[in-house]
């Protein structure tokens, strides 16, 4: 190719504005701040709705009714328990695994064990979407009792998919306050359109390749701090500041070394992330109930100056990380508990590509040296 017909492939960095799929699950309007869930306002969802009821909708493009939602949730609390050998993998690694690769491995291994993880029909792979939603919980739970050096507790079948998420975590069962908190931790981050690791799983769905290798490949995504990994990087940040007096010189460092705000800045929302509006408002209400505002307070301050300092508005991630560590989930398992919830909109998006399939193969534009005669080695320096 001539360097003229190069320069006028210039290549999209990061693919941003691109459009690389027509949906039907979710609409994320970042001029607006709006989410919307197969047309249902995210803030309707989180104030009227169940993380099962939204699971169900995501997958189904419809909510339920009481009798469809009866059977879904029984769908749920029967692929609640984790293989055996799941159970075994997690046991034999250090307890010192990062948190997210022990998730991304223990779902590889979940797929060796599932007798349809080849089977690419929609019936298999709806079946394979409820039982990885379901599992995907207890795995993480299960993380979580190995990080902190206790045994892993069975789920509970007569709990909500929330409530019993914690029960497992902490093994206690949560107060209805808390589990409705974790519920709506669970809604907020469900699905969010074609976001880095939603398109990673679409990327290796559309191979046809089977759903665990796209959803393992969407979690090795949402493992990074510029995507779900950002809210671990959170808690270390308001650790470090540890006071709101600190919190101005610390963004002024962060800004004198050209350094990032973790958990500011969207690639879509250009104004407030409207999951972070309940996000905040659940933080400072745990924050008040636990009688130590410090976290929620240091939060409020950073988005302010923040703000004032780079016209950035927090992200989904900022809240989350004062709000999971009011809850007592540990700052490393943050991004972990993003994929328990965030598994239903990857398999929402793995069932659409394979409905109307073609693989995703972008060019890219070549601007390496021109072609040359070949060196032998007898000749090279
Ligand atoms: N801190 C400092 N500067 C920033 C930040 C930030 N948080 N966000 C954007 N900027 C500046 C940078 O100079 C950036 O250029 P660079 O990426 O070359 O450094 C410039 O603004 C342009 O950024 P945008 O076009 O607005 O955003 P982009 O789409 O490139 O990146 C991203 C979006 C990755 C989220 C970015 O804002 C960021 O790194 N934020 C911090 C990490 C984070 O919180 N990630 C979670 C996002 S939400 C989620 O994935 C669940």
New binding site residues.
Partial sequence: MTADAAQEKQALK?L?GVVAADSTICDVDGDLGKLIYRGYNIHDLATNSTFEEVAYLLFKGELPNASQLKQFNDLLVHHREMEPPVVDFLNSIPSNTPPMAALRSAVSVSGVYDPLAEDNSPEANFEKSIRLTAEMSTIVAAIKRRMTGQALIAPRQDLSHAANFMYMMSGKVPSADAAKAMDLILILHAE?GL??STFAGRVVAATLSDLYSAVTGAIGALKG????G?NTEVLKTLMEVASVENVKPWVDNVRAQKG????????VYKVEDPRAIHLKDLSHRLGVETGDTRWYDISIEMERVVFEA?H?NC???FYSASLQHYMGIPGDLFTCVFAASRIVGWCAHILEQLSDNKIIRPSSNYIGPAERSYVPMSARS
């Fill in positions: 990061g941003k969010h976001n880095a701090p510029l995507h779900g950002a990032k705000f973790m958990g500011f800045g969207h690639a780079i950035k992200n989904v991630d």
